[in-house]
Nanobody, 123 residues
Framework: QVQLVESGGGLVQAGGSLRLSCAAS????????MAWFRRAPGKEREFVGA????????DYADSVKGRFTISRENAKNTVYLQMNSLKPEDTAVYYC????????????????WGQGTQVTVSS
C-alpha cells in the first residue's frame, strides 16, 4: 500500500510563493513517476506537472510553465512543487499522485493519490 501525504498549502497573496511537499511511504519511490494535479472549485481535476524517476525529465501544464517547478529527493521519498508568481486562478486543492499507466497527464492513469492540500491565492 502506497501512502502519499501532501503539506505546505495555505493562503498567500497574488505574486507570492508556496512550496508543497508530498511524502511517500513506499520503498520503491525512486522508480515512480510523480505528478501534481489540482482541482479548483467547480472544475475537474487537472494536470499541473510531473517528474520522472530520473529527475531529469519534467513536464508542466501551459498554465504554470515558468512559474512552477517540480523536484524530488529520492533519498527522502519526497516530491516538491515550488510555486512562484501565484495568481488567484491557481486557487485549488493540490494533489500528488504516483505510479501511472497510460497517459501521465490524465488523473485516471494514476494508482495512488494523496488527500490534497488547499492553496488559496488572494488578489
Amino acid at each position: 500500500q502506497v501512502q502519499l501525504v501532501e503539506s505546505g498549502g495555505g493562503l498567500v497573496q497574488a505574486g507570492g510563493s508556496l512550496r508543497l511537499s508530498c511524502a511517500a511511504s513506499v520503498r520503491t519511490f525512486s522508480t515512480y513517476t510523480m505528478a501534481w494535479f489540482r482541482r479548483a472549485p467547480g472544475k475537474e481535476r487537472e494536470f499541473v506537472g510531473a517528474i520522472a524517476w530520473s529527475r531529469s525529465v519534467t513536464d508542466y501544464a501551459d498554465s504554470v510553465k515558468g512559474r512552477f517547478t517540480i523536484s524530488r529527493e529520492n533519498a527522502k521519498n519526497t516530491v516538491y512543487l515550488q510555486m512562484n508568481s501565484l495568481k488567484p486562478e491557481d486557487t485549488a486543492v493540490y494533489y500528488c499522485a504516483a505510479s501511472y499507466a497510460g497517459t501521465y497527464t490524465r488523473p485516471g492513469s494514476y494508482a495512488y493519490w494523496g488527500q490534497g492540500t488547499q492553496v488559496t491565492v488572494s488578489s
